[in-house]
């Protein structure tokens, strides 16, 4: 039975930095996407960046330049970097794994909240 466990969320400034990790218990060798989702009160689930099939990334317009999704194999685990952060940032950040039978894992989610 996997777990994603996703940390470093927490408040910080706009303009600021903060580094999201989520650990995937036990290996998930058969992954057809992961990536990083946001939601906040009043809007649905939106992707904000994506590994997908081929290794390949993708992001969301709003986040392009400012976010990057990684991963460490050796440690189970992917990671959003998230630079000059803005207000509109703020939300509950997921992690997601689809393995390649469409199985689909969600961590519970880190609040992220950009507020001077």
């Known amino acids: 039975q996997v777990q994603l466990v996703e940390s470093g969320g927490g408040l910080v400034q706009p303009g600021g930095s903060l580094r999201l990790s989520c650990a995937a218990s036990?290996?998930?060798?058969?992954?057809?996407?992961m990536g990083w989702y946001r939601q906040t009160p009043g809007k649905e689930r939106e992707l904000v960046a994506v590994?997908?099939?081929?290794?390949?990334?993708k992001y969301a317009d709003s986040v392009k330049g400012r976010f990057t999704i990684s991963r460490d194999n050796a440690k189970n685990t992917m990671y959003l970097g998230m630079n000059s952060l803005k207000p509109e940032d703020t939300a509950v950040y997921y992690c997601?794994?689809?393995?390649?039978?469409?199985?689909?894992?969600w961590g519970k989610g880190t609040l992220v909240t950009v507020s001077s």
């Open positions: 036990p290996m998930i060798f058969s992954i057809h996407s």
């Open positions: 590994f997908t099939s081929d290794g390949s990334t």
């Open positions: 997601h794994v689809m393995d390649r039978n469409y199985m689909n894992y």
